[in-house]
């Protein structure tokens, strides 16, 4: 009798924990999803600015000059938070890639 109350309440925690998991699991994705097209929206908002910045400024108002300023430092800062993201992603296929035991590899990668 014991036996079978133990194999219920560890059925009804695996059930759980399948479901749990594969919520969470579906969560990850529809936010991964979400990261890549900020992404492609963020690089295409930075090419589009530094097509802006390239033309050349015909007023010298301290005004346009912060303009100018500030969109530089958005540009730079699109670019820092796209770089951060993809880091993220180096990361994780980093780790998921075994090291070589001798380090060998590494070593003849970094001469050529």
């Keep these: 009798m014991i036996l079978y109350l133990i194999i219920a309440v560890l059925s009804v925690s695996l059930a759980i924990s399948i479901y749990y998991a594969i919520k ?5 994705l529809k ?6 097209e900020s992404l492609d929206i963020i690089d295409e908002r930075y090419r589009s600015i530094s097509k802006i910045l390239e033309i050349p400024l015909f007023y010298d108002s301290p005004q346009i000059r912060q303009v100018i300023s500030d969109i530089k ?28 035991p001798t380090g060998q590899e590494d070593n003849d990668a970094k001469k050529g």
Aim: net charge negative.
């Design 24 to 28: 969470f699991s579906l969560i990850i």
């Design 31 to 36: 936010i991964e999803d979400a990261i890549e």
């Design 73 to 100: 430092a958005t540009r730079d800062t699109l670019l820092l938070i796209a770089n951060k993201f993809a880091s993220i992603d180096e990361k994780a296929v980093d780790d998921e890639e075994p090291a070589s």
